[in-house]
């Protein structure tokens, strides 16, 4: 169990792809708390809005990690730091950028799931 905290990241990343929140709701706690650049959200809900409207907004959005650093990691929870990137389209132009990222997991049922994550550009 301890090793499979590299492998949430990576279907956190795959699912955050596949443009349908459905799939990142498997990943995330039921009281996760996303702190965005524009704004705070505290339950699910708030939280595939806020996908949503990006998913809208940037066509064929592309989101990616790189620089992944594990700061802290034992039984029952895991930290880490990143650069993330997304390119896609805006109102029909190709744009991209980055910024900077924490998610943290824990352990629910045998699962990681993410509880926080705070992104700033």
């Not at 349908?20 to 699910?44: G, L, M, R, S």
């Not at 996908?51 to 895991?78: C, G, M, P, R």
């Not at 950028?97 to 629910?108: L, Y």
Request: glycine share 4%; hydrophobic share 35%; with cysteine.
């Amino acid at each position: 169990m301890l090793k499979s905290f590299k492998k949430a990241l990576e279907r956190y990343i795959e699912a955050t792809n596949s443009h349908d929140f459905n799939n990142v709701k498997e990943i995330v706690h039921p009281e996760a708390v996303y702190w965005f650049t524009d704004k705070t959200c505290t339950t699910i809900e708030e939280i595939g809005a806020y996908f949503n409207h990006a998913w809208d907004l940037i066509k064929d959005e592309v989101y990616s990690v790189t620089n992944v650093q594990w700061l802290t990691v034992d039984e029952t929870a895991a930290t880490c730091i990143y650069t993330y990137h997304y390119e896609g389209y805006y109102n029909g132009k190709f744009i991209s950028g980055s910024g900077r990222a924490t998610n943290i997991f824990t352990i629910v049922n045998n699962e990681w799931k993410l509880i926080h994550e705070h992104l700033s550009s």
